[in-house]
């Protein structure tokens, strides 16, 4: 069997690379923009079942050479932009790479015949919540360009399963923590909890986007799912489409829980309580743009469809983290 995984080089796409050589019997071909420190860890880790082209999904060109080298039996196209704030920002850019490489990908699916498509979406798609827990029936209306460009790919795949494609759309919640060597290795670092640990552990100032959200502490609600949580419900999508179990669904994948950044900050410490250097401290500063106050899932539908069980909560996202920054500090 041959997967193809866009993104591959990034977080997410790594993680989810590693887990697939770990567990299933196939070949990955890596599609990405650029060659990371995580890409270089799988390939000296699985140099004979790792193909990486390096190369910009935009240019339909190079990206149907890998449809005519390869038989490509399944997809999980992770390849995007996800930056909520630099979305704000980069509009043109944004939409364009994000919805011009969905569009390359579906159709180079219909015309080499791959009908397998696991497309990483996000929560964010939904929007100021109308209610929570959000369910997967809550109205899609996108506050940042980023969430804009997720909607616009998930509409794009619907309309091409018409012709053929089968497809697992799923949204993500708040991804964090680590597998083995690999984490989250952003730049610049835009998310939460490796800024968080990384500042507690150096000792630096750690800034707090906005106070005043309607929530209990005034600092925003999210749904963090542990990595390998995330990775397992990929894996698990990934075989009911292909057995045609489940096809052309939507599913949230989140824990069903929601932690405050002001938890996030209690928790973190309590954990690194030996290891929090003694320059670390914390400023409320400006909300950023695009944030919207509070996401939390309803994962009800995937455990039920898919019988996917989270196994991680907060804790272990923060135990996972902070053991591989202080493996990064030793090396
Ligand atoms: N935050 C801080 N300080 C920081 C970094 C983040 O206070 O230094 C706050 C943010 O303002 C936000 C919360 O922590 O309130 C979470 O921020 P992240 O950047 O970690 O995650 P986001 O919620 O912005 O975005 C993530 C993914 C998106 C996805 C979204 C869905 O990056 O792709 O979750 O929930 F769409």
């Not at 704000?88 to 397998?116: A, D, F, G, P, R």
């Not at 360009?145 to 759309?169: D, N, V």
């Not at 179990?245 to 002001?262: F, T």
Request: neutral net charge; glycine residues 4%.
């Amino acid at each position: 069997m041959t997967i193809l995984i866009t993104g591959g080089a990034g977080y997410i796409g790594s993680c989810t690379t590693l887990k697939i050589l770990q567990t299933l019997d196939t070949k990955c071909i890596v599609v990405d923009k650029q060659e990371t420190s995580n890409l270089q860890k799988l390939l000296i880790s699985f140099p004979n079942k790792i193909v990486f082209y390096k190369l910009n999904m935009c240019d339909l060109t190079s990206l149907e050479e890998v449809f005519k080298n390869y038989k490509i039996k399944s997809i999980i196209h992770f390849a995007a932009y996800t930056i909520v704030s630099e979305s704000e920002k980069q509009v043109y850019e944004y939409l364009s790479n994000n919805i011009n490489s969905t569009l390359n990908l579906v159709e180079l699916m219909v015309k080499y015949n791959v009908e397998n498509l696991i497309f990483s979406s996000s929560a964010s798609v939904y929007g100021n919540a109308k209610y929570v827990p959000i369910d997967e029936e809550h109205p899609t209306e996108p506050q940042s360009t980023y969430a804009l460009s997720k909607k616009i790919c998930e509409q794009i795949i619907q309309k091409y399963s018409s012709k053929g494609i089968k497809f697992i759309t799923l949204r993500y919640f708040n991804p964090a923590g680590c597998i083995e060597n690999l984490g989250e290795e952003h730049d610049p670092e835009t998310h939460l909890i490796p800024i968080l640990i990384k500042s507690i552990l150096e000792g630096k100032t750690f800034k707090i986007f906005g106070n005043n959200f309607p929530t209990k502490d005034g600092t925003c609600i999210r749904d963090f799912i542990h990595i390998e949580d995330l990775v397992n419900a990929h894996i698990i999508s990934l075989e009911k489409l292909i057995n045609n179990e489940k096809i052309n669904e939507i599913y949230n994948v989140g824990i069903n829980k929601g932690y405050s950044v002001m938890d996030v900050l209690n928790k973190s410490l309590e954990i690194l309580k030996k290891d929090t250097n003694k320059n670390f401290n914390f400023i409320f500063s400006e909300p950023r743009e695009g944030d919207v106050p509070i996401l939390v899932a309803n994962s009800n539908k995937i455990q039920k469809h898919l019988g996917f069980k989270p196994r991680y909560d907060l804790e272990d996202i923060i135990y996972s983290v902070w053991k591989y920054e202080k493996q990064k500090i030793s090396i």
